[in-house]
Nanobody
Framework: QVQLVESGGGLVQTGDSLRLSCAAS????????TGWFRQAPGKEREFVAA????????YYADSVTGRFTISRNNAKNTLDLQMNSLKPDDTGVYYC????????????????WGQGTQVTVSS
């Protein structure tokens, strides 16, 4: 199993950048497909980005492609999400997740979750 703890959320303005980090304990990230989801108030949790470190592949939701970058910090054993050109629609609680299905985008495909970190983008 793996335990996940997110950090780095906050309140920013439109156009700003923010970097989220997810610290893993237990099994290494290399054993899983790891990704980020977000949930805005009153909406369902949605896929943001994920990575298969075994193959080196990353994939993104259309809404964040070109603005967000998912990466791994091997030295710190963290999964990071660099978010640039933030928009109010990016507001929500961001969750780190880990699963075993390649190219997964559904919540049900990720069995391990962090507690979430709030990101608020003001207009």
């Amino acid at each position: 199993q793996v335990q996940l703890v997110e950090s780095g959320g906050g309140l920013v303005q439109t156009g700003d950048s923010l970097r989220l980090s997810c610290a893993a304990s237990g099994r290494s990230f290399s054993s899983y497909i790891t990704g980020w989801f977000r949930q805005a108030p009153g909406k369902e949790r949605e896929f943001v980005a994920a990575a298969n470190w075994g193959s080196g592949s990353t994939y993104y939701a259309d809404s964040v492609t070109g603005r967000f970058t998912i990466s791994r910090n091997n030295a710190k054993n963290t999964l990071d999400l660099q978010m640039n050109s933030l928009k109010p629609d990016d507001t929500g609680v961001y969750y780190c997740a880990a699963g075993e299905r390649p190219w997964a985008r559904r919540v049900i495909d990720f069995g391990f979750w962090g507690q979430g970190t709030q990101v608020t983008v003001s207009s």
